[in-house]
């Protein structure tokens, strides 16, 4: 297998492993906010399931530009400099609870955090977002770092560091 297919089911291990994500998001003076929150990946988007009492679902009503950070565990690594990392810039979208699409993403929330969901999801705070990722980049390690493109991001171009 070559380097980039490696890298490539590196990143997509990583995509598909996360159960959080640290967010970016802008406040209403245009200042960067940073905060976390539980995920789901389903069909290549991001899905958040965020309380109106965040501030970061407040900084997305009034600006759906976000990015997002998926790092490795830092459990799981021997070196904190070379941890597996990807950035993602997107928009994040609202997901109606009457849209067709919310129970299916529900599921998923369900499937993956289990019983604190049937607490949380009947909550009216509680808003389901869609993160179209637009862009992004994936670091492997030292001295390997990818841009991501093409549907859910999953194409992986090498870096070139002379550049």
Not at 80 to 85: G, I, L, N, P, V
Not at 135 to 140: T, V
Request: charged share 25%; proline share 4%.
């Amino acid at each position: 297998m070559s380097d980039s297919n490696d890298a490539r089911e590196d990143y997509l291990a990583l995509r598909d492993s996360v159960l959080s994500l640290q967010l970016a998001t802008v406040t209403a003076d245009d200042k960067p906010e940073a905060s976390y929150a539980p995920c789901v990946w389903v069909e290549n988007n991001f899905y958040l399931f965020l309380s109106r009492l965040s501030s970061h679902t407040a900084n997305l009503a009034q600006n759906p530009a976000i990015s997002l950070l998926l790092i490795e565990d830092a459990a799981a690594v021997s070196n904190y400099f070379a941890r597996k990392r990807a950035s993602l810039h997107g928009t994040a979208w609202a997901v109606a609870r009457d849209d067709k699409a919310f129970a299916t993403i529900m599921q998923a929330f369900h499937r993956r955090f289990g019983r604190v969901m049937e607490i949380i999801e009947p909550l009216p705070d509680f808003h389901l977002f869609r993160v179209e990722a637009e862009s992004g980049s994936f670091i492997r390690g030292f001295g390997q770092a990818y841009e991501l493109s093409g549907a859910g991001l999953d194409r992986l171009t090498p870096v070139d560091p002379r550049k």
